[in-house]
């Protein structure tokens, strides 16, 4: 029960973090411009926006934007009164399906770091408790401890990777 929880408040956390990142940005050109919807060139200065705020935002890789061909595909697809223009509604609906692809890319690193780690950290641990010298280290760190410096380990390595 408490997965099932879990993941619902995951999927919540998302829906609210993408509809705070449309919500500025929409707001944004709605302000500049005086408009109520937001134009071809508006939504692609728009889709720049929001991805911008995601690399920002989000541990793991950078995400490039699509591009503009692939924008105004999807402008047809999500202009429900077909007037070439969009609305927030239309907006965030567009944003959401644009942007799936990424969080599953950020969910499938966190799980590997979050998963894989602590498990490698075990092996390793008992793979270096016959090492002299380091053995007798390793065998005094409890496995909590141990386990959570390897992890940290792996995400500042995650990190500094992605810096270069």
Do not use: C
């Amino acid at each position: 029960m408490g997965q099932v929880l879990d993941r619902l408040q995951g999927k919540q956390w998302r829906r609210k973090q993408i509809q705070k990142i449309t919500d500025k940005v929409f707001d944004h050109f709605k302000n500049e411009s005086g408009r109520a919807n937001l134009t071809f060139e508006d939504l692609y200065i728009g889709v720049l926006l929001v991805y911008n705020d995601i690399n920002k935002r989000l541990p793991g890789p950078h995400f490039d934007p699509p591009s503009k061909d692939h924008v105004k595909a999807l402008l047809q697809e999500n202009d429900i009164n077909l007037d070439g223009e969009i609305d927030r509604q239309e907006f965030t609906k567009f944003i959401k399906q644009l942007t799936a692809d990424t969080f599953i890319v950020v969910s499938q690193g966190l799980i590997l770091t979050l998963v894989a780690a602590p498990t490698i950290a075990m092996a390793t641990k008992r793979a270096t408790e016959g090492v002299p010298g380091i053995g007798k280290v390793v065998q005094r760190l409890p496995n909590s401890v141990y386990a959570s410096l390897l992890t940290l380990a792996v995400v500042l390595f995650q990190q500094a990777s992605q810096e270069f």
